[in-house]
């Protein structure tokens, strides 16, 4: 089951310097913040894993700090892990490969203000070139140390590390937990991440936004419109409330199959439409009327049901945050709040 209490001891650790243990059905990787690495923790990643640490960024930034992928294929790079070239800092470290270096070398990637003269090449900090993404475009380990470096409000790198067991093998299921609960490590699958950002968002902007409002006069009565934005597929939703609506009060969702407005046009799904809008102007209740998108303008690693159940739920997020103001408003001010929703 995925819980939000994983996610936070996850960001709790990540934001305090520590490290996070990353899961999917393939392995394991430790992961700590570039933006924040240090001796300790980076002696402790290398002490307890390959040894072969990497750092994880956009490959946008990548671009910018002038750290190419390995391999000129693209067709390669679209399907596995794309590598990039290993560097150093160039100023402040000695051979490179002291945990004390790579720390350096770490915090020079994950700097806004660096450059591609504040790094040297070959190095020893293996690069790793993640999508722009993340795990919604691809479902690694990279991208999900990126993704929660991100909803950390932390820059957008960094550092992994494959966990092994004492062996050198890959370490097994039941070992990483006792291993994490040794070193009172939290341990976040990918999934987690991925459900996260469809439901959220990114960290920096919420899965969908209000833009606009409106009422909108039916034979029943009137109803309450609230437009949104969606931020991860472009998409144009809205919610439509009946007045007097409550937390207790149904809400039915509808997907259209193509950019209509049922307002004003024809639409495949404009029966359940108006039934639907019917029955909150007499009884209350919510309208969720998710729009379409492009689905082949970009790769996705989730499913387009996956998509629109997040931009549900977080569309409904967002009316229970705006009708919970509005009950504070009352009970701080006295006065009588309105049904109509206000934009955030």
């Known amino acids: 089951m995925i819980t939000t209490t994983r996610l936070d001891a996850a960001l709790q650790s990540l934001t305090a310097g520590r490290p996070v243990i990353i899961i999917d059905d393939d392995g394991a990787e430790v992961v700590l913040s570039a933006q924040l690495a240090d001796t300790h923790w980076t002696a402790w990643a290398i002490r307890h894993t390959s040894g072969l640490l990497c750092a994880a960024l956009p490959a946008s930034r990548a671009d910018e700090l002038d750290v ?95 966990l092994l067991d004492d062996d050198g093998a890959e370490i097994a299921a039941s070992a990483r937990t006792s291993f994490a609960y040794e070193h009172d490590v939290p341990i976040i699958d990918v999934r987690d991440v991925a459900h996260h950002r469809l439901h ?61 407005d049922p307002f004003v046009s024809a639409a495949p799904s404009q029966q359940d439409f108006e039934q639907q809008i019917s029955r909150i102007a007499e009884e209350g209740g919510t309208v969720v009327y998710l729009r379409s998108y492009s689905w082949f303008h970009r790769r996705w690693a989730v499913s387009q049901d996956a998509l629109m159940q997040g931009a549900a739920a977080a569309v409904v997020a967002n009316l229970s945050r705006t009708r919970a103001e509005e009950r504070n408003r009352e009970t701080t001010t006295g006065a009588s709040c309105s049904s109509e929703p206000v934009l955030r």
């Not at 991208?143 to 950390?152: H, I, M, P, Q, T």
């Not at 899965?207 to 034979?219: F, G, I």
Request: glycine residues 10%; hydrophobic residues 35%; neutral net charge.
């Open 200 to 260: 959220h968002g990114d960290g920096h902007r919420e899965r969908v936004r209000p833009v606009a409002s409106r009422t909108v006069d039916v034979p029943e009565g009137t109803v309450h419109v609230v437009d949104y934005l969606d931020e991860l597929t472009g998409a144009s939703h809205f919610a439509c409330v009946g007045v007097g609506t409550t937390a207790t009060h149904p809400v039915h969702v509808i997907i259209e199959s193509s950019h209509h």
């Open 68 to 162: 190419p992928a390995m391999s000129a294929d693209a067709r390669y790079r679209a399907q596995t892990t794309t590598f990039g070239v290993a560097v150093d800092a160039a100023a402040g470290v000695g051979t490179g490969i002291s945990a004390t270096d790579r720390a350096r070398t770490a915090r020079t990637l994950a700097c806004p203000g660096s450059r591609p003269t504040d790094l040297t090449r070959p190095g020893h900090v293996l690069t790793v070139r993640t999508t722009d993404g993340g795990t919604l475009a691809r479902s690694s380990k990279f991208e999900a140390a990126v993704d929660l470096c991100r909803l950390g409000r932390l820059e957008p790198v960094a550092l992994t590390a494959a």
